[in-house]
């Protein structure tokens, strides 16, 4: 009954392509004048960045979805990664977080022979009313190019980039970011939440970090419940419960509704349900606005990121939420 109580007020809490594999090269170069040049340099870039985001996911500092593009989240796992490696947080791609970050000599991109698991089919359009995503069996990935966006951390139009002439199904092979298959994490000793920096860090025993995530956490309306909560239970694929009455911007013809689970339902593959009543860590149908937007009061991650969390979290687990 709890979680079903929780999870009825949830959501209320709730390119460019590339030529080259990209290389960890700290040095910069000014290309000489002309547009075939300055092409080749912009590209270089994506790939250096492209490099990077993979490096980062693989060393557990997630920089969200995977785009080639320096954004707000790369720079939160740049920073984080370099405090935890002793290095200057700056958020920036310095010559000494290059040195540190490529001594994982692992590829960026991989080739990756296609399953149907991967292609995640069928299909369904999602639409944006909540009463009608209430009579959809199930809210599965709305195109193979989401479901493999999903599979690989990575934004689609990345995916589609990297492989321009691809009809993916079972047996085709796609060059996809180097992040699959990464060993499970260990229990963590407890888990912060820090509504200023959009980040949800796991501490070992000793404090030191195993991994961080960026998150959407709290909103002028519905702020993040600063405190110490523990975790009570983790709900895998949950159904969600609809209560229009709970919500300021409700559709007034909308009533109660069950939504069914699903990678696009309103809090994605996990429920992590917390101590303090109607709160939760969950996951997300818009991963490339994680960290970007505001939620209300619950903690959103990617739903790769949460998938990776569940292994670190227990019932009892400490949760601490920050300023």
Known sequence: MRLFLVLLFSLACCAPAFAQEARPQPTSTTPPDGAATQAAGAQDEVSRQLHAQVLLARARFSPGEIDGVAGSNQARALRGFQAARGLEATGELDDATWEVLSTDTSPALVEQVLTADDLAAPYVEIPDDMMEKAALDRLG???????????????????????????????????????????????????????????????????????????????????????????????????????????????????????????????????????????????????????????????????????????????????????
């Open 141 to 323: 990935y709305a195109s193979v190019w989401e479901a493999l966006g999903e599979r690989f951390h990575a934004s689609p139009k990345l995916l589609r980039s990297l492989n321009p002439d691809a009809d993916p199904q079972p047996g085709t092979t796609l060059r996809v970011p180097n992040v699959r298959d990464l060993p499970p994490l260990q229990k963590a000793a407890r888990i912060v939440v820090t509504e200023s920096e959009a980040t949800l860090v796991l501490l070992d025993g000793n404090d030191r970090v195993m991994a961080q995530f960026p998150v959407t956490s709290g909103s002028e309306k519905d702020p993040l419940p600063i405190g110490e909560w523990t975790v009570d239970t983790v709900a895998m694929d949950p159904t969600f419960h609809y209560n229009p009455e709970l919500f300021w911007n409700a559709d007034p013809e909308h009533s109660k509704a069950t939504v069914a689970a699903g990678p696009n339902n309103p809090v994605g593959p996990v429920w992590i349900d917390l101590s303090k009543p109607h709160y939760g860590i969950h996951g997300t149908p818009e991963p490339a606005q994680v960290g970007k937007t505001a939620s209300n009061g619950c903690v959103r991650l990617t739903n790769w990121d949460v998938l990776a969390l569940v292994d670190a979290v227990e019932a009892g687990t400490p949760v601490e939420m920050r300023k």
